[in-house]
């Protein structure tokens, strides 16, 4: 049987935790997710039936601040994922040491199946009935399938339901109701430094010699192909989507790559190379595999098979812990997830600084930011990680966790 993200997310935290021989009542509380709301959303479709739809919102922690964490809009949302996603957001926040907790939510939904009014009645209903966003409790973001016209409609019921404008309720808007320069793109970003820091520390080249094949071609996915093309030449020799992947061994035009999914729906058929499917792209003989769709897509049978030398994960849990343990024995380096994307929230952090602020950076501000904190979290991990000879993603979560353990014992238990 197929393991469950939360019970991954829960395998990876043990084994941290036995690492640190971390107090009991301490690994209780992270065991266990501060508040769950599950809601009822009923909405009237265009042909002017109701239909009714679930929302969720996990708040998983708040040790370290107000809780933070996108909103996706998918048909295979669970209450389990959901809850292991705002897991990890808890642990990226504390890796990179932004002052906030973990926190997701998500719409059981296929948006591809829904008009836009709809989308719009539906993320309304689910901001005023979730209950618990405020900039100072709980910020949402983008997720799978949400994108920042979601963020404005957030923003936009927040603030007449409370009856001001509020900026910093919801991070991911656009640029002209308070959103951050960089945003759109800050994942795929923070990625790039994150692997620019990891071939610095690690004496690789990121140049035209440089394989790398990309499962998902989404906000993130996207991004970095264009970054790692564009500032580095790498060959791009694998992408994907859901509906399956393109491979040429010399690489492709990432530029023209992009034309052509936004022309024709999909990566697929683009001019010059050959079918792969997604999961024999996982296998492939490269210097760089990145997942970047969506969880527990690197089981033991590719972990044990997969011919990737480093694995950089774009998405959120896409590797087993079972299968963490077959790429250690074999020494496959996987940059986990909670460092390597944990750009796009940095700039979330940015967008609601300027917000509370109404002070708004230029580019080079927001770059510049964010090149310096994951820079910096990446020293602390890799510092973790030649200290305690462990793997990647175990000295990550020995870096969060121990920042969250420190706020909650300084916070105390109330009452
Ligand atoms: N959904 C993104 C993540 O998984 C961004 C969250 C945010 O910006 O709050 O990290």
Same mark, same amino acid.
């Given at each position: ?32 997710? @501060?508040?769950? %709301? ?158 620019? @820091? ?79 499917? %997604? @999961? ?105 990680? @030649? ?6 993603? %175990? ?21």
């Amino acid at each position: 049987m197929e393991i469950s993200p939360w019970d991954n997310a829960m395998a990876q935290l043990d084994k941290a935790a036995d690492f640190l021989n971390l107090n009991k009542d301490i690994l209780v509380i992270l065991k266990n997710c @501060e508040r769950i %709301n599950i809601v009822n959303l009923p909405i009237r479709r265009d042909n002017g039936k109701i239909e009714c739809f679930t929302g969720i919102r996990v708040l998983h922690s708040s040790a370290r601040g107000p809780t933070k964490g996108g909103v996706r809009f998918h048909p295979q949302v669970t209450l389990d994922e959901v809850k292991a996603l705002a897991f990890w957001m808890s642990m990226k926040t504390s890796v990179v040491g932004l002052p906030y907790g973990g926190a997701k939510g998500g719409i059981i939904c296929n948006p591809q199946e829904l008009s836009i009014n709809e989308i719009e009645r539906l993320t309304r209903r689910y901001t005023s009935m979730i209950g618990t966003f405020s900039p100072w409790r709980d910020i949402p973001a983008p997720d799978v399938n949400t994108n920042s016209q979601i963020m404005a409609w957030i923003m936009d019921t927040y603030s007449m339901n409370v009856g001001e404008t509020s900026l910093g309720v919801v991070t991911g808007k656009p640029i002209d109701i308070g959103g951050s320069l960089g945003r759109e793109t800050a994942t795929g970003q923070g990625m790039l430094y994150i692997m620019e @820091e990891f071939c610095k520390k690690t004496k690789q080249k990121l140049d035209s010699s440089t394989t790398i094949a990309i499962q998902g071609f989404g906000n993130v996915g996207s991004a970095i192909a264009r970054f790692l093309y564009e500032r580095h030449n790498c060959k791009i020799v694998a992408v994907s989507d859901e509906k399956g992947g393109v491979y040429n061994p010399d690489g492709m035009d990432m530029i023209e790559l992009k034309n052509h999914e936004q022309k024709t729906g999909s990566v697929v058929e683009f001019d010059g190379t050959t079918f792969i499917s %997604n @999961e024999d792209l996982l296998r492939l003989k490269c210097d760089f595999l990145l997942p970047c769709a969506l969880e527990n897509q690197i089981n033991d049978k590719i972990a044990e098979t997969t011919e990737a030398k480093t694995i950089i994960e774009g998405a959120n849990g896409p590797t087993l812990s079972s299968a963490d343990k077959i790429l250690e024995e074999r020494d496959i380096i996987v940059v986990p997830d909670i460092l390597a994307n944990a750009g796009g929230v940095t700039c979330s952090y940015f967008e609601w600084v300027q917000d509370l602020h109404s002070f708004f950076w230029d580019l080079d501000r927001v770059n510049h930011e964010l090149k310096r904190i994951l820079a910096h979290a990446f020293d602390d991990v890799y510092k973790m990680y @030649e200290k305690e000879k462990t793997d990647f993603r %175990n000295a990550a979560y020995l870096v969060g966790i121990a920042r969250i353990a420190r706020a909650i014992e300084l916070r105390g238990i109330y009452p």
